[in-house]
């Protein structure tokens, strides 16, 4: 079982969708997706807490910094 599954059975979608305010399907698409959004993040993170299980970072779809945006800060420093 995905770790993204497991904690949507853990927590319950109901219960997510409520705290999130989001529909059971948008829970669902993020499920399909294997990412959650990265809005969901503080929420999520503290009903895991709350169920004392993991809910690691890499589950939500934070921005990652480019390897552009990196070479750019060298050549300007």
């Not at 503290?46 to 934070?62: E, Q, V, Y």
């Amino acid at each position: 079982m995905s770790e993204i599954l497991f904690i949507c059975d853990a927590l319950g979608r109901k219960e997510m969708g409520h705290r999130l305010g989001v529909s059971k399907a948008a829970i669902a698409n993020a499920v399909a997706d294997g990412r959650f959004p990265s809005r969901w993040y503080k929420v999520i993170s503290n009903m895991s807490a709350d169920a004392k299980i993991d809910c690691p970072m890499k589950l939500f779809n934070f921005a990652e910094e480019s390897v552009a945006s990196s070479d750019a800060q060298e050549d300007a420093a």
